[in-house]
């Protein structure tokens, strides 16, 4: 283990999504995964508590993480989630396999504890509130609420569960989900009534872009618009949001990895779509990108976001 400090710790449950095009028939997923790899590859000191059961544990992607630098803690579980996505042009139908079981809170090293910043990344709403009182006051927390926002029955096809409050949700500082996982009528003001005032709330909406909200002055609502940034080439975009979300905070931890970044947001939600854009290129956990690939398709962004917005007209 490393004496360096870490920056970022991530927790949540890897998922098992069923695939054709692995022998096994599934591939490793689930936010945690997605995001611990992408701030371990974009230079971040990174630790993640992974709840695992008997199969998932013995992932080869788990190996991507640990080679990337990242301190894994297992917690092993009885069920793991997994899930079916199918692809349509209306979006992913996704069938809950396994809803898995909660991930528990656990006692920490210090170091991990005392990281710059949390991200509770939940796949399956496995992250109860007894992870609460474990997060320092002055660490970044980060929240992908996707997680908690999914009715998982195994053999059914998922479904929305509206949004409720949580003290975990009360105390993040940036919260991310996708418009897919909310009902057609959320807007962001009535979602902005789950976290405190000074909260950034990020909406993804996949080719089409999508929004970071925050309280500004005198109660004035500060919003970032972003495009999105055309890939190569489409083979999987399971965990963009994960990774866009993950670079994001990332930027937040270390502004100087965006140039920019500290001053401008808009800045920093190009370098996460970039990020998001290369996820999606290859299957899984391989597509997640390095910092130099990040970069340089930030420098190709007007170009990529054209491609985009024509994609999504056709769309």
């Known amino acids: 283990m490393s004496d360096a400090a870490i920056e970022v710790l991530h927790v949540g449950s890897a998922s098992r999504d069923l695939t054709d095009d692995d022998p096994r028939g599934w591939r490793l997923g689930g936010g945690v995964t997605y995001a611990a790899l992408t701030t371990a590859r974009l230079g971040l000191r990174t630790a993640a508590v992974v709840g695992v059961d008997g199969v998932a544990a013995s992932a080869t992607e788990l190996d991507l ?9 297992l917690v092993r579980l009885l069920e793991s989630p ?18 898995g079981h909660r991930l528990p809170a656990i006692t920490l090293p210090a170091e991990w504890s005392a990281a710059t910043a949390w991200s509770l990344v939940p796949v399956a709403g ?12 002055r660490a970044i927390l980060a929240v992908g609420w996707q997680g908690w926002l999914r009715e998982l029955v195994a053999g059914r096809t998922v479904e929305r569960r509206p ?12 919260v991310g989900t996708s418009r897919h996982d909310l009902a057609p009528a959320a807007r962001p003001a009535d979602l902005r009534g789950f976290l405190r005032p000074e909260a950034r709330l990020l909406l993804t909406d996949g080719h089409r872009g999508g929004q970071l909200t925050r309280a500004g002055r005198e109660g004035l609502e500060e919003s970032w618009p972003y495009e999105a940034i055309a890939p190569d080439l489409e083979v999987d975009p399971t965990g963009a949001g994960d990774t866009f979300l993950g670079a994001l905070l990332a930027s937040l931890v270390r502004p100087a990895l965006v140039p920019d970044g500290e001053r401008d947001p808009g800045q920093q939600l190009a370098f996460a ?25 930030c420098g190709q962004g007007p170009r990529r976001r054209l491609a985009a917005r024509i994609a999504g007209d056709e769309g």
């Open 65 to 73: 993480l640990r080679d990337a630098g990242v301190e894994l803690r």
């Open 82 to 99: 997994a899930f079916r996505n199918i692809e349509t042009r209306g979006g992913r139908i996704q069938t809950c396999l396994a809803p």
């Open 126 to 137: 496995e992250i109860g509130e007894d992870w609460a009182p474990a997060i320092p006051e």
């Open 163 to 174: 949004p409720s409050a949580s003290a975990l949700l009360r105390r993040a500082d940036l």
């Open 273 to 297: 779509a970039s990020a998001a854009s290369l996820v999606i290129e290859r299957p899984g956990l391989l597509g997640v990108p390095d910092l130099a690939a990040v970069l340089a398709r």
